[in-house]
């Protein structure tokens, strides 16, 4: 199976700053796009940024201005910097990707753990 291994979550006081990364392995053929999602308790999953193989990117509006997705394809990994943080973007963080896992394969949707990134004010 493909693992996702997440990492850089932590505590940090608002205004502060946290890098996220996101690390893809196993059986890979190309990644197709990968983004970040968060979610709180009670909540629904929600879209915090994306990137294509290509670099387009997508945030939500909440972030934009604020974090910054960025990825290394040579290396299967995605980070997201998060600047300026505040109380409300306090979440467990996932990581997902779009990928084949074989030349001319169907594509598929893997999740990582999740991190939790709290922001104290």
């Known amino acids: 199976q493909v693992q996702l291994v997440e990492s850089g979550g932590g505590l940090v006081q608002a205004g502060g700053s946290l890098k996220l990364s996101c690390v893809a392995s196993g059986s890979i053929f190309s990644i197709n796009a990968m983004g970040w999602y968060r979610q709180t308790p009670g909540k629904e999953r929600e879209l915090v940024a994306s990137?294509?193989?290509?670099?387009?990117?997508n945030y939500a509006d909440s972030v934009k201005g604020r974090f910054t997705i960025s990825r290394d394809n040579a290396k299967n990994t995605v980070y997201l910097q998060m600047n300026s943080l505040k109380s409300e973007d306090t979440a467990v963080y996932y990581c997902?990707?779009?990928?084949?896992?074989?030349?001319?394969?169907?594509?598929?949707?893997?999740w990582g753990q999740g991190t939790q990134v709290t922001v104290s004010s």
């Open positions: 990137i294509t193989s290509g670099a387009s990117t």
């Open positions: 997902n990707t779009v990928l084949q896992r074989r030349v001319g394969g169907p594509q598929f949707s893997y």
